[in-house]
C-alpha cells in the first residue's frame, strides 16, 4: 500500500499492472512491456510478495528483467520476504541473474520480517552506488541515525547465524499449512496456496455473495463487528474480491478465527 504513496512523494506518477489471480498475482513480461512508456523510471516488484504471498520464478524474472533492461527502466527489489518461503521453494534475487540486472537493480531489504526484529527499524538499499549516495544525502535530512544498538542487533542477526530464522520459517510454514486447509474449507472462498511471506489472500467474492453482499469491503465490515475478526479488504491492493490475512500470530488464534468466519459465512447463506 505505500509504494504509489512513495512514487507520489517523489513527485512521480504510480502506475498499476494487475497481477492476475490466474497467474498467481504475478505481472507478466508482456504486462510490464506494454505498460512501459518513455517517461517511466522504475519497475517496483515484490517477491515474495505482500499481501499474495506469491513469489516469481527465476525465469519470470529474468523476463522482466530483460523487459526493465531493454527499456532502460530501473528495478527496485523489494525482497523484504526473502526468508519466508515455502514447499522446498528457494528465493531468487532479480538482481542476481546477471551482471546488467545487478546493475539495473536496487535491492530493498531488512530484518523486519526475516529476524522478526520490525521494532528495530532497520533497513538497507542495495544498487548502483551513485543511487545509494543520492538516497543517503536525501536521508541525511530526514531520518537517518539509525540508533547504534539497533545496528549492532542487525549486524548479530545476519553474522549470527544460530538457526533461529529457519526455526522460525518452518513455523510459518506449519503454520500455512494448518491454516490454508482450514480457510479453503469455508464455502464460497477460494485461495491460492502462497509460496512466501506470511500472508493467505483468499478470493471471497463468492461468500461475500452467498451471505447477501455485494461488496467485499462491507462483508469484511460485518465480520468485524459480528465476530471480532479483522480482514484486512483486498480494495486497497487493487483487488476488490479478495481479503488479506496475516498469519505471524499463533495458530490457536487463526483457527479460532477461521472458525468465527466459517460460523459467520455458514450462518448467513441464503
Ligand atoms: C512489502 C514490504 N516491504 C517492506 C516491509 C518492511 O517494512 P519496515 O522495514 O518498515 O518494517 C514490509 C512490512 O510490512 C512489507 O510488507
Redesign the pocket.
Known sequence: MSYPEQVKLADGEPVYIEGLESNDFKVTARQLEEAITEKTKAFIL?SP??PTGSMYSEEELRELGEVCIKHDVLIVS?E??EKLVYGGASHTSIAQLSDALKEQTIV?N?V??SHSM?GW?I?YAAGNAEIIKAMTNLASHSTSNPTTNAQYGTIAAYTEDDGSVETMRQAFEERLNGVYEKLISIPGVYCVKPKG?FYLFPNVSEAAKLNGFTHVDAWVEAILEEEKVALVPGSGFGTPQNVRLSYATSFDALEEALTRIERFVKKHSN
Open positions: 515484490n510478495s505482500n523489494d523484504i520476504y530493498v531488512g523486519s520480517k520490525t527499524r533497513g511471506a
